[in-house]
C-alpha cells in the first residue's frame, strides 16, 4: 500500500466517526446476494488504497523528477526488466531509484521506504535487432513465410525473411505444428519445415515485428536451463547493489526457486524471491512453489497461451485464492492498463480489470510497459491507484475474515491469534487504522492475511523489512529512526506515538477515531500477544 498522498481526500474532511469507503451495510451483509444488494455508488472512495503498485522504470521514466511524480501518486515497488538494457544501465538506473526516494523523503518529511526489484531474463527467449536499412521494424504479412533462425550472423540484420532467434537449441526442441507467439502473441507463426538452425513458418498472423521482441512457444517445455551466465551476473548486481527483490521468470517447480536461493547465498539471504508463473507447469506446481517462494506474479501473456485464454479467469481467481490462503503476497501482470501506454484515458474494460483483479484478493497490481516506455506514466500509476481504492470497498471483509478464520489451524500460535483478535476488533469498532509494532515484519504479515478494511500501519526500525512489506496488502511500512530507549516500555509507547502522530499528520487518522494496537509484552521476536483499542488523541 502507498503512503497518502497529494491525490488523496484526508480523512479530516469528514465528519468525527465518518469513514468513507466503508460501504457497511455491503460488508457486513450476511449473505452474497445482500452484499450485491447493499452496494451503492453514492457513497466516497476510501482515502487510503490498499493494494500495492509496482511500476516497471524504463527509457519513460529514466529521470529523477518522474521517479518522485510516480512515488506521489502511489508506486510502492519500482522494478527493472533485465532483458532489456545493459546491466551498467540497470545499476546507473538503480541509484537514479534511490536518488529520487531520498529526494521524497525529504518532500514528505520521513523516509519513504521505496522497493526495487529486479527481473531476471531466466528462460525468455528474444528476437533479434532489426537491419538498419528496414527502419525501427519489419511487417509480417499473413499467409507469407517467414525463417527463425539460430545463426548468430543474423543477430543484428533481421528483416522480412528472416528473424534472429536467441536460443540456439530451438529448432531441435521443436517439431512441425507447433506454434511460435511473437512480441506478447501480436504476431502467430506455424512451423512447417525444420532444418539444423532454421525453422521456416507459415505467418498465421502477422503484423510490425520490432527489434528484441518476445517470443513465447506454447505448450512446449523447452529443454533449457533456469539460469543463464547473463542472470548469474544480473543476481551477482542485485546483492551488490542491494534490491529488496528479485523476480525469476518462468518458475516451474519449487527447484526453479531452490536454485535461485542458493545463487543468492548468504550475502543475498534478505531478498525476497517472486515466482513469476507464466506456464501450464507452474500452474500445476503451484502449492509446491508457494512453499519456497516470498511471492507470486501471475503474468497473464503466456499464462493465458499455455492454458487458453479462456481458462485463464479460473486460473487467475484459484491461484490468488490459493496464495492467500498461504500468505503469500501475490501480484498481476500483462495488460493491466495497456492503453495508456500511448492514451492518456483508460479504456473502461481495463478498469473493470483491475477491480476484478482486486476484488479476486491480489495483493499488488503490476504496469509494464505503461511506465517503462509509455507516454503517460504518472497518470497510469495515479489512473490505477484511483481504480483500486474504488474496487477496495466493495470487497465482502467480514465473510473473507470469517473464512481465513476458518482456514486457520488449530491451535494457532498466540502471534496469529493475536492478528485475526486485532483485525475482528477493527472490524467491530470500525478503526481508522491498525498500528503493529514488528522487529521482523512477521507480524504485520499475519495481519496483512485477515484482509483488515483499514490501513495496517507498521513501525519497524529496519528500512529493508518496510521496504518488503510494500508486497502485502493494506501495509503501510514506517520506519522508525529513533535510537531504542533504556526502558522497553517506553520504547514501545514512543513508537506507537511515532505511528499515531504520523497518520494525524498525514490527515487519515483524526482526533478520537479508534486504533487498533498490536504488539508484544517483551523485546525481540516471537512475543507479540498484545492487542488494544485505544482512541486518538490531540
Known amino acids: 500500500m502507498t503512503w497518502p498522498t497529494l491525490f488523496d481526500t484526508k480523512l479530516s474532511e469528514y465528519d468525527a466517526m465518518e469513514m468513507p469507503g466503508q460501504q457497511l451495510g455491503a460488508s457486513f451483509a450476511k449473505t452474497p446476494l445482500d452484499h450485491l444488494l447493499n452496494l451503492t455508488i453514492n457513497t466516497p472512495a476510501p482515502c487510503q488504497r490498499l493494494t500495492g503498485i509496482m511500476a516497471a522504470i524504463g527509457r519513460a521514466t529514466y529521470n529523477v523528477e518522474t521517479l518522485e511524480k510516480m512515488m506521489e501518486a502511489g508506486m510502492n515497488i519500482a522494478f527493472l526488466n533485465m532483458s532489456f538494457g545493459s546491466r551498467d544501465e540497470h545499476v546507473e538506473a538503480i541509484k537514479m531509484i534511490r536518488q529520487a526516494a531520498t529526494n521524497y523523503s525529504t518532500t514528505v518529511g520521513k523516509l519513504y521506504p521505496l522497493a526495487i526489484a529486479i527481473r531476471l531474463t531466466g528462460r525468455k527467449i528474444r528476437t533479434g535487432r532489426i537491419a538498419d536499412s528496414y527502419g525501427e521494424e519489419v511487417e509480417l504479412i499473413t499467409g507469407d513465410t517467414v525463417r527463425l533462425t539460430t545463426d548468430e550472423t543474423y543477430k543484428d540484420r533481421c528483416s522480412t525473411y528472416t528473424v534472429y532467434i536467441d536460443f540456439m537449441y530451438l529448432a531441435e526442441q521443436l517439431k512441425k505444428g507447433d506454434y511460435i507467439l511473437l512480441d506478447n502473441e501480436k504476431i502467430s507463426l506455424k512451423v512447417d519445415v525444420i532444418s539444423a538452425t532454421t525453422l521456416t513458418c507459415n505467418i498465421e498472423r502477422g503484423g510490425h515485428l520490432g527489434s528484441y521482441k518476445d517470443v513465447f512457444i506454447p505448450n512446449v517445455a523447452l529443454n533449457m536451463p533456469d539460469y543463464s551466465e547473463k542472470d548469474v551476473l ?122 476484478n483483479c ?132 517506553n520504547d514501545l509507547e514512543n513508537r506507537i506515538s511515532f505511528g499515531v502522530k504520523w497518520a494525524m499528520e498525514k490527515a487519515f487518522i483524526r482526533i478520537g477515531d479508534p486504533i487498533v494496537i498490536i504488539c508484544g509484552w517483551r523485546p525481540g521476536t516471537g512475543f507479540t500477544n498484545t492487542m488494544k483499542v485505544i482512541y486518538a488523541l490531540d
Request: charged content about 20%; aromatic content about 4%.
Open 358 to 489: 482486486v476484488l479476486d484478493g491480489a495483493d499488488c497490481l503490476v504496469l509494464g510497459p505503461e511506465t517503462a516506455i509509455g507516454s503517460y506514466p504518472v497518470e497510469a500509476v495515479l489512473s490505477m491507484a484511483g481504480t483500486c481504492k474504488e474496487a477496495e470497498a466493495c470487497i465482502w471483509s467480514k465473510q473473507i475474515f470469517m473464512d481465513f478464520v476458518d482456514k486457520t489451524p488449530v491451535p494457532c500460535n498466540q502471534t496469529t491469534c493475536t492478528a485475526m483478535a486485532g483485525v475482528l476488533a477493527a472490524q467491530r469498532c470500525i478503526a481508522a487504522a491498525i498500528i503493529v509494532i514488528t522487529s521482523t515484519g512477521k507480524t504485520a504479515e499475519i495481519v496483512a492475511k485477515y484482509k483488515p478494511r483499514c490501513p495496517i500501519i507498521t513501525v519497524t526500525r529496519y528500512p529493508p523489512v518496510a521496504r518488503r512489506l510494500h508486497l502485502f496488502k493494506g501495509v503501510v511500512p514506517l520506519v522508525y529512526e529513533d535510537p531504542p530507549e533504556g526502558v522497553w516500555a
Open 234 to 355: 544480473d543476481i551477482t548486481m542485485a546483492i551488490d547493489n542491494q534490491v529488496d527483490i528479485i523476480i525469476a521468470s518462468f518458475v516451474n517447480n519449487a527447484g526453479n526457486i531452490t536454485e535461485l536461493r542458493n545463487l543468492l547465498g548468504n550475502q543475498g539471504k534478505k531478498i525476497s524471491i517472486i515466482a513469476n508463473i507464466q506456464t501450464i507447469e507452474g500452474y500445476r506446481n503451484f502449492d509446491e512453489i508457494l512453499e519456497v517462494a516470498q511471492g507470486i506474479l501471475i503474468t497473464r501473456q503466456e499464462l493465458g497461451s499455455d492454458i487458453s485464454p479462456k481458462k485463464l479467469v479460473i486460473a487467475q481467481k484459484n491461484m490468488i485464492a490459493r496464495a492467500n490462503k498461504a500468505n503469500i503476497p501475490v501480484c498481476i501482470s500483462a495488460h493491466v492498463l495497456s492503453s495508456m501506454t500511448h492514451q492518456k484515458i483508460p479504456l473502461r474494460a481495463e478498469l473493470l480489470d483491475i477491480s
